[in-house]
């Protein structure tokens, strides 16, 4: 096998976008709405109670930025929810 690693080598914007999308998507689908976006990056939140799983999640609500990397790595992190 050649040097480096398919996870090495840098996945072109239109790629990226495409699985922001999807994982964009995935979290509307559980709830979560937009606060802010650009082409590879979102934070999103959920307002109080939602559902996920049939079960209702107690809290004050969640925020957390959503982004793929130059390698197409999809990550998700928590954020605070106090300012």
């Given at each position: ?8 080598i ?8 495409q699985k922001?999308?999807?994982?964009l998507?995935?979290?509307i ?5 937009i606060?802010?976006q650009?082409?590879?990056e979102?934070v999103?939140?959920?307002r ?5 799983f ?5 809290g004050e609500?969640a925020?957390?930025i ?9 990550t998700?992190r928590?954020?605070?929810t106090?300012?």
């Open positions: 096998m050649p040097e480096g690693s398919a996870a090495s840098p996945a072109t914007l239109d790629t990226r976008k922001f999308a999807q994982l998507d995935v979290k689908q559980h709830g979560y709405r606060e802010s650009g082409d590879t979102a999103v939140f959920t109080g109670r939602r559902r996920w049939g079960f209702l999640e107690g609500g925020r957390q959503i982004s793929v990397d130059e390698q197409g790595t999809a998700t928590k954020l605070s106090s300012p």
